[in-house]
Structures are given as structure tokens and as C-alpha cells.
């Protein structure tokens, strides 16, 4: 069944199809969070927080977007919301790994690809806040410039000239970190 047709549902009282809804996107929207927060408390934290913001709001949901994209926009609102009230925690045990020496001949390219995961995590986070959120989206995500716009609540023109920063800023930063 469509996104649209189980939210048509709930919206006449079948509150029960939010569980599909929620099953359909709960790994997509912790993949999300994770890469918003970078651990996995914080993540299931704004996962669960998200669908249940979801779930008081679908009443409200007028389905001119997709309904992972008014998903994505109620995290990244939950997101600015708990951001303000906590700092979350950036705990990455991969980082930790990638520190030891290896023992074998085939580890190292293991490692080096582990290495250069978390040199690219660490660059990511040193983002302003505005561009890591639209590299992810854009990026990770996969999601169009439209998509995004709506999403952030700034124009089409203003994604694309913050990715363009953001990856510039990646690329100044990844070179930074591997001197």
C-alpha cells in the first residue's frame, strides 16, 4: 500500500496503519539520525522521537511532499529542538579501531579504509551545522534539491550554494586532517 493511502487511512481514524508506515521507514529515518548525531543512544533517541512527533502531526500532514521528506523535516526540527536542550554526545568506537596497529599484511588496508572513514566522520562534523545537514540530505540521502529545499525551509538556489561550501569545506578539511 502507498504512503499516501495508509496516511489517508490514519487521517479517517485507522490510527493502526502508522505501524506499517513506521516499519516501512524506521531504518532509513535511525540511518538518518545516526548520521545527524553520530551514536547510536542519541540516534534511536531522535528516531523514536521523530515518529512519535510523526504520529501527534499526521492529521496535519497535507502530502505536497513525499512522506519520508516531512519525516526527514520533523528530525531535523527534533534535531535543532534536543540539540538546544543537550549537546549530543559524538562517540564513535570505529575510531578507536582504526587507531591499532595491525597485525597483518591485509589489516592495513582495512585499517586505512577505516581511517579514512573516520577522517571523513570527523571533517563532516566540522561542518556548520546548515551544510552538513544539506551534504547529508544531498549525499547521503540522495534526496533532490526540491526535496531538501522544503525540507531546510530555504530556496533551491541557497541548497546548492551551501553544498557547493560544504564540499569545499570537506575537501579543505580532509586535506587539513591528513597532513
Same mark, same amino acid.
Given at each position: ?16 496503519? =502508522?505501524? &506499517?508506515? *513506521?516499519?516501512? /521507514? ?7 539520525? +545516526? $548520521?545527524? %548525531? ?33 519525516? =526527514?523535516? &520533523?528530525? *531535523?526540527?527534533? /534535531? ?7 549537546? +549530543? $554526545?559524538? %562517540? ?88
Amino acid at each position: 500500500m502507498e504512503d499516501h493511502v495508509l496516511v489517508q487511512q490514519f487521517q479517517q481514524g485507522k490510527h493502526d496503519v =502508522f505501524e &506499517i508506515l *513506521v516499519e516501512r /521507514y524506521k531504518k532509513r529515518l535511525y540511518a538518518f539520525a +545516526f $548520521k545527524l %548525531v553520530q551514536n547510536h543512544h542519541d540516534a534511536e533517541d531522535l528516531s523514536q522521537e521523530t515518529f512519535l512527533r510523526a504520529y501527534t502531526s499526521l492529521d496535519q500532514f497535507r502530502g505536497e511532499g513525499s512522506f519520508i521528506s516531512w519525516l =526527514f523535516t &520533523i528530525t *531535523v526540527n527534533t /534535531y535543532r529542538s534536543l540539540k538546544r536542550k543537550k549537546s +549530543f $554526545k559524538i %562517540v564513535d568506537m570505529e575510531v578507536e579501531e582504526v587507531m591499532q596497529v595491525p597485525t597483518k599484511e591485509n589489516d592495513v588496508t582495512h585499517n586505512f579504509s577505516n581511517e579514512l572513514q573516520a577522517l571523513t566522520k570527523t571533517a563532516i562534523e566540522k561542518l556548520p551545522p546548515k551544510q552538513k545537514l544539506i551534504l547529508i540530505l544531498r549525499t547521503f540521502e540522495q534526496l533532490s534539491y526540491q526535496e531538501i529545499a522544503q525540507i531546510t525551509g530555504i530556496s533551491q538556489e541557497s541548497v546548492k550554494a551551501n553544498l557547493s561550501y560544504a564540499r569545499q569545506n570537506l575537501r579543505n578539511q580532509l586535506q587539513e586532517l591528513m597532513q
